[in-house]
């Protein structure tokens, strides 16, 4: 399994289910309004303001940085915990 830590296919899929579970989060929000907790990825934030398309555009995977590539895919796993 860590030979797939920073896989483009595996990063993109997880991109996706984050979109997704953020959509589903801001319908809950959009209903009942926000829940305001500390993110456990970023503790200076409360978690529902955390800009999720900043971070994924941030935690993207590149073609020329495999290092960064396995730090992003860490992060993304982060983030599916902290929503």
Same mark, same amino acid.
């Given at each position: 399994m860590a030979h797939l830590l920073g896989h483009r296919g595996c990063m993109e899929s997880l991109r996706?289910? *984050?979109?997704?579970?953020?959509?589903?989060?801001?319908?809950?929000?959009?209903?009942?309004?926000?829940v305001r907790f500390r993110s456990w990825k970023f503790p200076?934030? +409360?978690?529902?303001?955390l800009d999720m398309r900043e971070l994924l555009e941030r935690y993207d995977y590149?073609?020329?940085?495999?290092?960064?590539?396995?730090?992003?895919? +860490? +992060?993304? *796993?982060e983030l599916v915990i902290d929503r």
């Amino acid at each position: 399994m860590a030979h797939l830590l920073g896989h483009r296919g595996c990063m993109e899929s997880l991109r996706a289910d *984050l979109r997704d579970l953020q959509a589903a989060i801001s319908d809950i929000f959009s209903r009942a309004g926000a829940v305001r907790f500390r993110s456990w990825k970023f503790p200076n934030q +409360v978690s529902c303001d955390l800009d999720m398309r900043e971070l994924l555009e941030r935690y993207d995977y590149t073609e020329s940085d495999p290092e960064f590539n396995q730090h992003s895919h +860490v +992060v993304l *796993l982060e983030l599916v915990i902290d929503r």
